[in-house]
């Protein structure tokens, strides 16, 4: 039934015309910045630590999680429709996408070393007696008990950080791969992160305007008297260079000024490059990785050795608390997916090409849509099959043609010599 001009007039909308939403007429505050967004420690925050957090979460978070069903021989069958797989890959909750969760959890587990994935609403049916995840969100372990956790979770309703207690067994708690070489107070990173915070401090001191200068005297300094008349005589220049316009004094024929113009030197450069270089190589990571230079190779074994471990961890906690043993039963789990075509540049596509469809391992609208091209609609594009080899209901075919052939051409042969 069509809607009457008074009905849509009641139900229209304008973002413009008007300013609150419908229901919400007013905030008890706001923010300038986004209250949600992950926050690194402020020991991290200011070295080249986050470059590399940011870029390890960021490759990881590009790898597909989803929750499958699996057939009888536990092979991937297909993906279920599910709140968990909505979650990881289309909404997390109203403020992240699927993607942005992923890489969230990323990049605390890497900063705190342990994390929770929390459910913040699940619906639950009462027929079915079955959970569906509908939000979730990345909380900071604060406390730890024998059954429960105690985390600082973002509330979405309030736009406040809240602590909650909940059990273990309701909350996917991640630990980092890789904690003894990045969050132990003793390891590789954290002793790099402190030399990094002394080369600030050192820094600091050369930039703040010092002058670092010896003014010496006409006569010895050795009693308190003296001592006291060279005080005052070091306080008269200072006030005369900070009173100055241009920073300039006046001292006596008989006293010399000599500038430190250089600070000692000390091996704490030399410790923060061996450092880094050992970060590095206990990470999986070079330089080439950083700046985007890296061949397959090494590319290869950076996600082999630094990003599978990472995103396995998820997926293993993700399996253990979100799927039950009746689920789980049933064929159901979780998986991670990479694209092995991303590192392949444009020169092997069309290798790569003819030797998945000629092995039968890809159909060529699967290989088509992975390189963006549409679907063909031949039905022939859609089978499993090695176009180079001819079919036996196709040689039949083609035999059956040139015997028909023939027959016709000697039946006209006999028919004009009758």
């Known amino acids: 039934m069509a809607q009457s001009i008074g009905s849509r007039l009641k139900r229209a909308w304008n973002a413009f015309t008007n300013r609150d939403p419908p229901g919400r007429s007013y905030y008890d505050g706001g923010y300038s910045y986004r209250p949600d967004r992950v926050r690194l420690n402020r020991g991290n925050d200011r070295t080249i630590l986050t470059a590399i957090y940011t870029r390890i979460a960021m490759d990881a978070a590009s790898i597909t999680i989803n929750h499958v069903r699996l057939d009888e021989n536990n092979r991937f069958d297909e993906v279920v429709d599910s709140g968990l797989n909505s979650c990881l890959n289309l909404s997390g909750n109203k403020d992240q996408t699927g993607r942005a969760l992923r890489y969230d959890l990323f990049l605390s587990v890497l900063d705190e070393g342990v994390v929770g994935l929390v459910p913040v609403d699940i619906d639950i049916d009462p027929e079915m007696g079955e959970a569906k995840i509908e939000s979730m969100r990345v909380g900071k372990i604060k406390e730890w008990y024998p059954d429960d956790v105690r985390l600082e979770v973002y509330n979405d309703r309030t736009g406040q950080r809240e602590e909650i207690t909940l059990p273990k067994s309701q909350v996917a708690i991640v630990e980092n791969p890789f904690y003894a070489v990045m969050n132990e107070p003793n390891g590789t990173i954290q002793r790099l992160i402190r030399k990094l915070n002394l080369m600030d401090v050192i820094d600091e001191q050369v930039g703040s305007g010092k002058l670092d200068m010896i003014i010496q005297l006409p006569y010895v300094v050795r009693s308190e008297q003296q001592k006291q008349r060279a005080d005052e005589r070091r306080a008269e220049v200072e006030r005369q260079l900070s009173g100055s316009k241009y920073g300039i004094a006046y001292i006596d024929g008989t006293e010399h000024v000599t500038q430190l ?23 999986g990571i070079t330089p080439d990785i950083m700046n985007g230079t890296a061949n397959d190779t090494v590319m290869t074994n950076y996600e082999n050795r630094t990003i599978e471990p990472l995103v396995a961890a998820v997926v293993d906690e993700l399996k253990r608390k979100f799927l039950t043993e009746e689920a789980r039963a049933k064929g159901e789990s979780v998986m991670y997916f990479r694209d092995p075509f991303k590192l392949a540049p444009v020169s092997m596509v069309s290798e790569m090409a003819d030797k998945f469809t000629r092995n039968e391992i890809m159909t060529s609208n699967e290989f088509r849509q992975v390189i963006g091209m549409k ?13 180079n080899i001819s079919r036996p209901n196709e040689e039949d075919g083609v035999q059956k043609t040139i015997t028909a052939g023939k027959e016709a051409v000697e039946r006209s042969i006999a028919n004009q010599n009758g």
């Open 375 to 387: 679907p063909s609609k031949d039905p022939k594009a859609d089978r499993l099959e090695n176009s």
């Open 261 to 283: 113009n250089r600070s000692l030197e000390n091996n704490l450069l030399k410790t923060v490059e061996y450092l880094t270089n050992m970060a590095y190589s206990q990470l």
